[in-house]
C-alpha cells in the first residue's frame, strides 16, 4: 500500500502557523514578565514603607505584658493607630507577631480587623498563627530571630489572596527583639489588570501576526510552493516499468526554481538515453560477472585446498585457507613436496587486488613452484623468480613472499623471506613472532640476494604464515587488527591443532571487524610438526 504523502503546503502551513502561535507566545509572555517585574518592585516597596510606619506606633516594652495580661487602654489606643494606618495605605492586613517562650510558635498580638474584612481570617490576641504560605512566615520568623530587614519582602499567592508581604522587628527598650509587624498588600486588582492587558496585546499581536503570515503564505505559494509541487507531480508520475518521464515547460522566473526545472529537464534527456542503453550495460555486467565467477573458480582450483593434504603423513598437519577482498585475490599460498621428505609451503601478497593482481599471481606462484621442484633451494628459487618478475614489468606490481623447506624426519626448516609479515612459531607451548631477515619484495630489483635462514621444529610446534590483510584489517573506527593483537590472540589457541587455530584466528579477525567491509585479501597457512 502506498503511504500518503503530506504535501509541502500542508507542511508549510503548520511550520507558519506553529511560529506564529511561539511568537505570539513570546510577546505575551514578555508583556506579563515586564509589567510583573515593575509592579512587584512597587508593591514590595509600598509593603515595607508601610511595615516601618507601623512599626513606629507599637511599643516593644508593652507586648510581653498584653500577652499576660490581656488588652488594656493602651492595646486598644495602639490598635486603633494600626487601624487608621491601615485604612489610609488601604493594606489587606496588618498584624504583629511574637513568640510564645514556651513552645515558640508564633501568637497574634494585633491582627487589625476593618470593616469590609472576613472576621474569619482575623487572630485575636494570643491566637496561634496559621502557616499558609511557609515562604511568606519563613521570612517572618527569620525577621523575628535577626531582626534583619534585608530580603524580607515577598509576593506569593496563598489562601489569603494575591499579596506583597513585608516584615519588619519591633525593638524593646533594651534592644531585644519584641515582635515583627507584618503587612500584606493585596495585588488581586493590579495582577488581575496586568494579565487583562497581556490578554489584549497578545490578541493584537496574534491578529497582526496571523495577516502578515496569510501574506507569506500566497507569496510562498505563488513563488516557491506551486512550482515546486508541479516539479513533484511531474515525478511522481514516473513509471520505471513503462519509462515514461516527461519535461515540465520552465517558467522564466530568473531564479533557482528555473535552474531546477532546466536541471530537471535535462536529467529526463539522461535517463531517457540512460534506459535506451540500460539492456546493453546490464547485459555486459552480466558477462563480467560470469566472467569473475570463472576466474574465482580458477583461482581456487589452483591453490590446494583439500584437507588433510596429506593423509597418509600423520608425522604432520597442515592447512590453509584464503578470503580474497573482491572476487578474485593477489593473495596466494602453496605447499608440495619436492621429494619424500622435503616439504615447501609458501605464502606470498602481491601489491595489487582484483583481476591485474590475481593474473600476476598465476605467474608468481607458477615461477615459484617450478623452480622450487627443480631442487633449487629457497634462495635461489626467490633469485630466480625475481629476476624472471622484473622483465617486462611494465605495471610496477611487486610481491611480498615467505618459502621454507621443512625437513619432515629432522624438524629442520630452511627458509627465505622476501619482504613479507613475520611468520609466528609456536616453540614449548607458546607463539612468537620469527627474528628474521625482512629482504626486498620480488619483482622490484634484478639480481638481488637473498638471506637464507634456519630454525628447528619438534614434536607439537607449529609455524604459522599469514599476509597483511589480517593484521591489517579494520573496523568500523578505522582502527588495525594489529600483529600485537594477532599475537595475543595467537596465545589463547596454543591447544589447537592447524585446522582449528586458522579457523578461531579468522573468528577473531570477524569479531574485530564487527561487520566493516574487508579492504585486503585475509590468506593463513598452519604447519604442525607431529
Known sequence: MKRKKRGIKKKMTIAITVMGILLSLCVGIGVFSISYSQVYEQYTERAFNSAKTAAALVNGDSIAGFLENGKDDEYFAIYEALKELKI????????????????????????????????????????????????????????????????????????????????????????????????????????????????????????????????????????????????????????????????????????????????????????????????????????????????????????????????????????????????????????????????????????????????FMVIAITLIKNNALEGKSPTRVFETVNNLLCRNNDAGMFVTAFMGYIDIPSGRVTYVNAGHNPPLIKQDGKYNFMKIDPGLMLAVFEDIEYAQEEVQLKSGDMLYLYTDGVTEAMNHKRKLFTDKRLLEKANQYTGCHADKFILNIKEEIDKFADGAEQADDITMLAFEMK
Open 88 to 359: 489610609t495605605f488601604d493594606l489587606a492586613y496588618l498584624y504583629v507577631v511574637a513568640q510564645d517562650s514556651d513552645d515558640y510558635t508564633g501568637q497574634y498580638i494585633f491582627d487589625i480587623f476593618i470593616e469590609g474584612d472576613d472576621a474569619a481570617m482575623i487572630g485575636d490576641l494570643g491566637e496561634v498563627l496559621s502557616y499558609t504560605d511557609s515562604k511568606a512566615f519563613d521570612i517572618a520568623a527569620q525577621t523575628l530571630l535577626t531582626g534583619s530587614i534585608e530580603d524580607n519582602t515577598v509576593v506569593s499567592i496563598t489562601g489569603y489572596g494575591w499579596l506583597a508581604s513585608a516584615y519588619v522587628p519591633i525593638y524593646a527598650s533594651d534592644g531585644s527583639i519584641a515582635a515583627v509587624m507584618g503587612v500584606d498588600i493585596s495585588m488581586n486588582r493590579i495582577m488581575g489588570e496586568i494579565i487583562f492587558q497581556a490578554l489584549q496585546i497578545l490578541f493584537i499581536t496574534v491578529a497582526i501576526i496571523v495577516i502578515f503570515l496569510l501574506i507569506l503564505r500566497y507569496l510562498a505559494g505563488k513563488q516557491i510552493l506551486e512550482p515546486v509541487t508541479l516539479l513533484s507531480k511531474q515525478m511522481d508520475s514516473f513509471n520505471s516499468e513503462e519509462g515514461k518521464l516527461e519535461a515540465i515547460t520552465v517558467l522564466e522566473s530568473g531564479d533557482e526554481f528555473q535552474t531546477i526545472a532546466e536541471s530537471y529537464n535535462r536529467m529526463v534527456t539522461d535517463i531517457k538515453y540512460y534506459m535506451d542503453n540500460l539492456a546493453t550495460v546490464t547485459a555486459d555486467r552480466e558477462r563480467i560477472a560470469t566472467e569473475l565467477n570463472v576466474a574465482t573458480e580458477m583461482q581456487a582450483s589452483m591453490l590446494p585446498n583439500v584437507f588433510p593434504a596429506f593423509p597418509k603423513r600423520k608425522e604432520l598437519d597442515i592447512y590453509a585457507i584464503m578470503f580474497p577482498a573482491r572476487e578474485v585475490g593477489g593473495d596466494f599460498y602453496d605447499f608440495f613436496f619436492i621429494d619424500k621428505d622435503t616439504l615447501a609451503v609458501v605464502i606470498a601478497d602481491v601489491s595489487d587486488k582484483g583481476i591485474p593482481a590475481a593474473l
